[in-house]
């Protein structure tokens, strides 16, 4: 059942507005007051000269990691992809030098502007070859083609993962391998 409101009527003094507006100027000049005198209230961090780290789960931009041989531990299976809500990783897979390994992707590209930071990729990612915990984010343009992150600097953030291709998490893996942590 529906409830029935009471429409509030307000009396001569709130209608004329002089208290209502004394009161709302009292809490603008306090908070006047400590941000001038009193500066360890302040919680507007001054960016860019103050950072503050990102939490250890931030995901940050995208990074792809590289065997102990130093390639990249991606073999173009295309899960990262799929799972993309954003539709924003392009992948075009090529044949790979070393027999072991089926597939490498030729081209590795990841539109940062349709970008949700959603993580799915990496969750999807068999082979630990995708991960987010640079630690950095995307930074601004003046053109949308540069925030397609192409695969040489997605593997600049790289570095080596011993992780069991398939998938199989080892703890001591990723001890020392997540970029340093800042602001930016
Ligand atoms: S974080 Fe989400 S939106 Fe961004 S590339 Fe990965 S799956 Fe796509
Ligand atoms: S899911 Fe992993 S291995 Fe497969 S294409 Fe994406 S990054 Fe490469």
Redesign the pocket.
């Known amino acids: 059942m529906a409830k029935v409101v009471s429409r509030m009527t307000p009396d001569l003094i709130t209608q004329s507005y002089v208290v209502e507006a004394v009161k709302g100027m009292v809490v603008t000049t306090r908070q006047l007051m400590r941000n001038l005198f009193g500066r360890k209230d302040i919680v507007t961090v001054q960016y860019p000269e103050d950072r503050r780290p990102y939490p250890a789960r931030a995901r940050g931009k995208h990074r792809?990691m590289r065997r102990d041989d130093n390639q990249v531990?991606?073999?173009?299976?295309?899960?990262?992809?799929t799972a993309c809500p954003s539709n924003c990783?392009t992948?075009v897979a090529a044949e790979s030098a070393d027999h072991d390994i089926e597939k490498v992707?030729s081209t590795?590209e990841i539109d940062l502007l349709k970008c949700i930071y959603c993580g799915f990729?990496e969750e999807?990612?068999?082979?630990d070859?995708?991960r987010m915990d640079s630690g950095v984010h995307a930074l601004p343009t003046v053109t949308r083609k540069a925030q397609k992150t192409a695969k040489i600097d997605l593997l600049s953030l790289g570095s080596p993962s011993i992780a069991s291709q398939g998938g199989q998490y080892r703890a001591h893996d990723h001890e020392g391998t997540q970029h340093g942590r800042s602001g930016h």
């Open positions: 792809l531990r991606c073999v173009a299976c295309m899960l990262c992809a990783i992948i992707p590795f990729c999807a990612c068999p082979c070859a995708i």
